[in-house]
C-alpha cells in the first residue's frame, strides 16, 4: 500500500487542529501512524455550516492495507434542531420529513457514534470542503475536541488526476465518476450509500494506478 501514498498524497490537505482544513497540500509523509481511512458523506439542510444542519451522516471505515478492506460502516438520520432555518430545495434532494427522521439520532449521539468509530482515522470524502466544514461546525456544537488525524483525503482530485485525459470522463461529480467506473450505486444522496460510493471509486483509482 506504501507505493500509492505518492498518489494518495495529492489529495491530503493539512488540517487546523480542529479540523478546518488550511491551504496546505499533503505529504506521503503524512500518512506516517495512520492504520485506516473513515469514508465519509455527510447530507445537510443547506450551504452554510453556521445556519444549517447535519441531517444524514455516513461513514465506512477502511484498513489501509493493501485493497482497502472495509472494517466498519455506519449511518445515521440526525435529529434537526432548527428546520425552519432549511433550504427547502435541500430538503427535497436528501428526501427530508419528519416522519421519516422521527427515530433519527440527536446531533450528539451520532457524534459520539461517528467520533468512537473513525478516532485516529484519516477522514476522507469526495469534495471535501462542505462535509468538512460541517463536520467540524458539529463537533463544536456538541464540545468535542477533533478526534481524527490532522490530515483529510479528498477523492476528487485523484481521480482527476487519473481519469481526466482517458476520454469517459467528462465531469467530476462522485455520481458521473462512480457510473464511468462501473460501480453500481445504492441510492442517490443518501449519506452512507455516498460513502460507500467514494470508497469503491478510491479502491478502484487504486487499481488503476496499479496497472499502469
Do not use: C
Amino acid at each position: 500500500m506504501e507505493a500509492h501514498y505518492p498518489l494518495l498524497a495529492g489529495g491530503l490537505r493539512v488540517l487546523e487542529p480542529d479540523g478546518r482544513l488550511t491551504p496546505e497540500v499533503g505529504l506521503a509523509a503524512h500518512f506516517e501512524g495512520i492504520t485506516s481511512l473513515l469514508v465519509i458523506d455527510l447530507e445537510m439542510s443547506g450551504s452554510n455550516a453556521q445556519m444549517h444542519e447535519v441531517l444524514d451522516i455516513g461513514a465506512v471505515r477502511v484498513s489501509l492495507k493493501p485493497g482497502l478492506p472495509e472494517e466498519a460502516s455506519w449511518g445515521s438520520r440526525v435529529k434537526p434542531r432548527h428546520i425552519g432555518n432549511a433550504i427547502p430545495g435541500a430538503l427535497k434532494v436528501v428526501g427530508y420529513n419528519a416522519r421519516a427522521w422521527r427515530d433519527a439520532l440527536e446531533l450528539e449521539d451520532a457524534i459520539a457514534r461517528f467520533a468512537a468509530m473513525g478516532a485516529g482515522s484519516l477522514i476522507t470524502g469526495w469534495g471535501i470542503g462542505q462535509d468538512m466544514a460541517f463536520l467540524v461546525e458539529s463537533l463544536r456544537r456538541v464540545a468535542v475536541p477533533w478526534p481524527f488525524a490532522p490530515v483529510a483525503l479528498d477523492v476528487q482530485p485523484i481521480a482527476r488526476r487519473l481519469l481526466r485525459d482517458t476520454g469517459h470522463v467528462d465531469r467530476f461529480n462522485l455520481g458521473h465518476v462512480a457510473d464511468r467506473l462501473g460501480i453500481g450505486r445504492m441510492g442517490e444522496h443518501g449519506a452512507l450509500p455516498d460513502a460507500f460510493a467514494t470508497y469503491d471509486v478510491l479502491v478502484k483509482l487504486i487499481e488503476r494506478a496499479a496497472a499502469g
